[in-house]
T-cell receptor
Framework: GQSLEQPSEVTAVEGAIVQINCTYQ??????LSWYQQHDGGAPTFLSY????GLEETGRFSSFLSRSDSYGYLLLQELQMKDSASYFC???????????FGKGTTLSVSS | KAGVTQTPRYLIKTRGQQVTLSCSPI?????VSWYQQTPGQGLQFLFE???????NKGNFPGRFSGRQFSNSRSEMNVSTLELGDSALYLC????????????FGPGTRLTVL
């Protein structure tokens, strides 16, 4: 079968750095994506990794290790507005559907 | 560019009824995917349509069906509703494939009583 594992909850304080891990088991691998969803809102795309290494977009970075079937999302200089659910998603081959993890709820406090 | 729109935003139905949800993708996007989101299960893929054809299908019973029109607008239908069908139904559009960046609509909140 295919599965993705990510922590269900993470808490942090403003200004801190937090890392949300994602491990996956799929029959093939094409890429790892991250989406953010605020309460009551639609998921929005954050980042995508197809190759090993780090991708940086402002305060957010995403890392992938294909040999370890592992990736993470790194959020720096946390702000209250970063409180949301974060989903990792994999595609096992080009053109097929994304398989989403169950999401990690990040709570940022002051 | 206008985003993905979904109608209606909220629906209340009773068991045994059927329901049709609508999704209008971003202009120029040809792939439309549907997801069911529930608190315990996250986002589960229902199906994807491209050029009026179902291209990918998730692991849902046949009560869940969909279609896509020539203008890329899509509908999904759930027949013989069950209590467990209560969920947020999200539609996402992407340029060409379900692997491309997905742009999600606000969802339709379905409650089955």
């Amino acid at each position: 079968g295919q599965s993705l594992e990510q922590p269900s909850e993470v808490t942090a304080v403003e200004g801190a750095i937090v890392q949300i891990n994602c491990t996956y088991q799929t029959s093939g691998f094409y890429g790892l994506s991250w989406y953010q969803q605020h309460d009551g809102g639609a998921p929005t795309f954050l980042s995508y990794n197809a190759l090993d290494g780090l991708e940086e977009t402002g305060r957010f970075s995403s890392f992938l290790s294909r040999s370890d079937s592992y990736g993470y999302l790194l959020l720096q200089e946390l702000q209250m507005k970063d409180s949301a659910s974060y989903f990792c998603a994999v595609s096992n081959q080009a053109g097929t559907a994304l398989i989403f993890g169950k999401g990690t709820t990040l709570s940022v406090s002051s | 560019k206008a985003g993905v729109t979904q109608t209606p935003r909220y629906l209340i139905k009773t068991r045994g009824q059927q329901v049709t949800l609508s999704c209008s993708p971003i202009s120029g996007h040809r792939s439309v995917s549907w997801y069911q989101q529930t608190p315990g299960q996250g986002l589960q893929f229902l199906f994807e349509y491209f050029s009026e054809t179902q291209r990918n299908k998730g692991n849902f019973p046949g009560r869940f069906s969909g279609r896509q029109f020539s203008n890329s607008r899509s509908e999904m239908n759930v027949s013989t509703l069950e209590l467990g069908d209560s969920a947020l139904y999200l539609c996402a559009s992407s340029l060409l494939t379900a692997t491309d960046t997905q742009y999600f609509g606000p969802g339709t909140r379905l409650t089955v009583l």
